[in-house]
């Protein structure tokens, strides 16, 4: 009767387990827009690596890792414009893939809210971090791993992007971008 009580207080005084799941990057998905003037461009990057930490339906850590040099473009059909914008996004206007060849999501905690799990974490892009806030929705836990969508509107001047940004250089007219861009990610992850 000891052993089981000691059983009981031990479960009932840490609550649930910590399950950590590893990022599947073949069955993540992100795709991101960023907008301009004259319209808009799309296109997707791949997960390299990442791990999620879940105790409950909590998300208590993890980080994710994105190949920047993944970045590619689905809405341009001419191959040699397609190359020369994907070029330019990986260009140090940009991305500067060569010198910073992934961007890093390390999430500190999250929350239940009534729009779904608001997670907190620290965004690296080109070296530099800061702190974001967004909502996972249709998390699911299953014997097999995790699902989870969550969509993302970043301010890409934050990270030090400015290239054709109305906020930082005037009379751009239609060559101006702007400074949100939004990303779809789609993530499965597997114990």
Do not use: C
């Amino acid at each position: 009767m000891k052993i089981l009580l000691a059983a009981l207080f031990t479960v009932s005084s840490f609550g649930v387990m910590a399950q950590t799941f590893n990022v599947e990057p073949s069955a993540t998905k992100i795709v991101y827009v960023g907008k301009k003037v004259t319209g808009e461009h799309t296109g997707n990057l791949n997960v390299k690596s990442g791990k999620i930490t879940l105790k409950g339906e909590e998300i208590t850590g993890g980080e994710v890792v994105v190949d920047m040099n993944s970045l590619t473009s689905t809405d341009l059909t001419d191959a040699e414009y397609n190359a020369k914008y994907v070029g330019h996004m990986k260009s140090e206007d940009f991305f500067n893939t060569a010198k910073y060849p992934e961007s890093k999501l390390v999430i500190k905690s999250s929350k239940k809210t009534a729009k779904g799990l608001e997670v907190k974490g620290d965004l690296t892009i080109i070296g530099q971090t800061k702190p974001v806030t967004f909502i996972v929705t249709d998390l699911k836990k299953t014997d097999a791993g995790l699902t989870g969508k969550s969509n993302l509107t970043l301010n890409r001047t934050q990270w030090g992007l400015k290239y054709g940004s109305n906020s930082f250089f005037k009379g751009l007219g239609d060559k101006a971008i702007n400074d949100d861009f939004t990303l779809a990610i789609d993530l499965a992850a597997k114990k």
